[in-house]
């Protein structure tokens, strides 16, 4: 019935009968909404994630369904800018952290439309914020496959409505950028930001990103990634000055036009991901190298409140400002950006474990004990028994393991 729906949809559209396609339309969707409720019924008892994502030139949507007790209790979609080079598996991946790292319920199966290479990784980051074994799979057939399609349809068509709305409001670009300047008392319009976020794992390899947004979009040639060397553990404020120290000197040597000094040209605005603290810290790096007329403000997770060096209050932006969006996109690329360059880290780096010395684990069982225990700290509490019932460890190298990891 659907398909014929959407056959008289487009004979009416192309008839400029439009009133009628846009009835037929509603119908469409709600015979739509019909079929992923049903679908719904069959996963009784089930709790899963399903994320679907789209792709297109250089932005990407994740479309999840959230589904507890064979029940869809959440549905919600990301814009993502995703850049052309990198491949599904390492958006996906970029999401899963990014998402997770604040979700307050995370089910034991996230399937996906792509496994990411280092998704045995994932699935440990997963575990631990969980308490509990989570995997990742890519569904082959079935009704998982069958829901896993409607998400990826769902993510394409908001994807298709974002670049349709984005190619109409191009126009409204600049508008966002003269808000910001009023609401942040800017001479003029910031048509060039940079944008800085930190990362750490558990306080261990910290990095920081820096991404550039020109006449309100991304810049993703320019951006740049630092590797923090001279701060130890999770300090945020020194992690931030360390790398805009090393930024804006770069900006200042050089002749003046030189290619090398126009990649590193001044911005007109620098937003820092986090709140006082962050730009205080900020705001005494660029004063120390000259740059004391430089706009600079800190942007805030938990209420998006932009923090300015000399003003006691927040600005807080109206939630539907385009100018609001854009520099929650800012934030979010920055974020992204740095996720993503510390698992690269990560994953090349050949970083001990408790699992590296113990005889006959390798690659694989320790990723198989990773995958239902998520740390080696639960694997070292947890009974011999359970550690046997691995698949592939079997009593005697769990007694082995066991006995290694207590000495």
């Known amino acids: 019935m659907a398909r014929e729906l959407t056959r008289q949809m487009k004979a009416a559209s192309e008839a400029t009968e439009y009133e009628r396609a846009a009835a037929l339309r509603d119908k469409v969707k709600a015979i739509e909404r019909t079929m992923e409720s049903q679908k719904m019924a069959a996963h009784a008892a089930t709790e899963e994630d399903v ?4 792709r297109h030139d250089a932005q990407a949507a994740v479309q999840l369904f959230a589904v507890r007790g064979g029940k869809m209790v959440g549905r919600d979609v990301y814009l993502l800018d995703a850049p052309r080079e990198t491949d599904d598996g390492t958006v996906l991946a970029g999401f899963v952290q990014q998402y997770y790292e604040r979700a307050t319920s995370i089910p034991p199966d996230v399937l996906v439309p792509a496994l990411p290479e280092d998704a045995a ?7 631990g914020r969980r308490g509990a074994a989570v995997h990742l799979h ?21 994807l298709q409505r974002e670049h349709a709305r984005w190619l109409a409001d191009q126009g409204k670009t600049l508008a966002a950028l003269e808000e910001l300047a009023e609401a942040l008392g800017l001479p003029g319009a910031p048509l060039r930001i940079e944008c800085y976020d930190i990362s750490n794992f558990g306080g261990a390899q910290s990095v920081g990103s820096m991404v550039v947004f020109e006449d309100g979009r991304p810049r993703t040639g320019e951006y740049r990634r630092f590797r923090i060397r ?9 992690s931030h000055q360390e790398v805009l ?21 001044l911005p007109d605005l620098v937003v820092i991901d986090g709140g006082k603290g962050q730009l205080s810290a900020a705001k005494e790096v660029l004063d120390e190298l000259g740059y004391h007329d430089l706009a600079v403000v800190g942007l805030a997770k938990e209420r998006e409140e932009i923090f300015l060096p000399d003003r006691k209050e927040p600005v807080l932006l109206p ?22 360059y510390h698992r690269s880290l990560r994953a090349r780096a050949a970083t001990h474990s408790a699992f590296d010395d113990l005889p006959g684990v390798g690659p694989k069982r320790r990723a198989a004990l990773l995958r239902v225990f998520g740390s080696a700290k639960r694997v070292r509490e947890a009974p011999v028994e359970q550690v046997a019932a691995v698949p592939g460890i079997g009593p005697a190298l769990a007694a082995r393991i066991k006995a290694g990891m207590e000495g």
């Open 121 to 127: 990784d994932l699935e440990g980051f997963l575990a």
């Open 319 to 340: 939630t539907t400002s385009p100018a609001l969006y854009l520099m929650q996109r800012l934030r979010d690329e920055a974020h992204r950006f740095a996720i993503t």
């Open 245 to 265: 120290r090393r930024r804006f000197k770069r900006a200042r040597s050089g002749e003046e036009g030189n290619e090398e000094e126009l990649r590193w040209r």
């Open 51 to 54: 994320l679907g994502l789209a």
């Open 230 to 238: 001279e701060v130890v553990g999770a300090n945020d404020y020194a």
């Open 138 to 158: 890519v569904p082959r057939r079935g009704e998982k496959r069958e829901l896993l399609a409607l998400a990826t349809r769902n993510a394409t068509e908001t």
